[in-house]
């Protein structure tokens, strides 16, 4: 049984962009669900070429990815949001919108996926506190870090 690719769900490799609408479903419903006030957030990648169409090298691009201030809302534990003492009365964030963390906010870890070639890659996800969010966002490149 071949596992459908995460990885097919980000456009194009010179910009390795999280397009959303090509999630596959059972690829998804592989992620873990967060747990309480805990949201699962998929980092913003960027590109992988500069400005000038210099190819960065891999670990360039992952250390991006690492230090990545926007990322992709994906799933909400089932008490986020809900202590109005702490956030109010009304959500910081909704599903599949972009938002703003800290650097190096929540707990980080890769999830194996298999390519169509049989190769295997990996995906970084996060789990950030509901509390964690900064900002939201209408695109993810509207937010350059600095380094």
């Known amino acids: 049984m071949t596992k459908p690719a995460l990885a097919a769900a980000y456009v194009s490799e010179e910009d390795r962009v ?3 609408s090509l999630l596959e479903a059972s690829a998804f419903d592989r992620l873990p669900q967060p747990t309480g006030w805990r949201i699962l957030v998929l980092p913003y990648y960027g ?6 169409g210099i190819a960065l090298t891999k670990e360039t691009v992952d250390r991006e990815q690492l230090a990545s201030v926007v990322a992709r809302v994906v799933r909400m534990g089932s008490q986020c949001y809900n202590d109005v003492d702490k956030c109010g009365d009304e959500p910081w964030c909704q599903l599949n919108q972009w938002v ?9 870890f890769k999830v194996p996926i298999e390519e169509e070639d049989g190769k295997t890659s ?3 996800c996060r789990i950030i506190n509901d509390d964690e969010v900064i900002a ?7 937010i350059v870090s600095f380094r």
């Not at 939201?136 to 490149?141: G, I, S, V």
């Open 18 to 20: 999280l397009d959303p």
């Open 47 to 52: 590109a992988t070429t500069s400005a000038g």
């Open 100 to 108: 703003a963390i800290g650097r190096y906010a929540g707990a980080r």
């Open 122 to 124: 990996y995906i970084e």
């Open 136 to 142: 939201t966002l209408e695109d993810p490149t509207d």
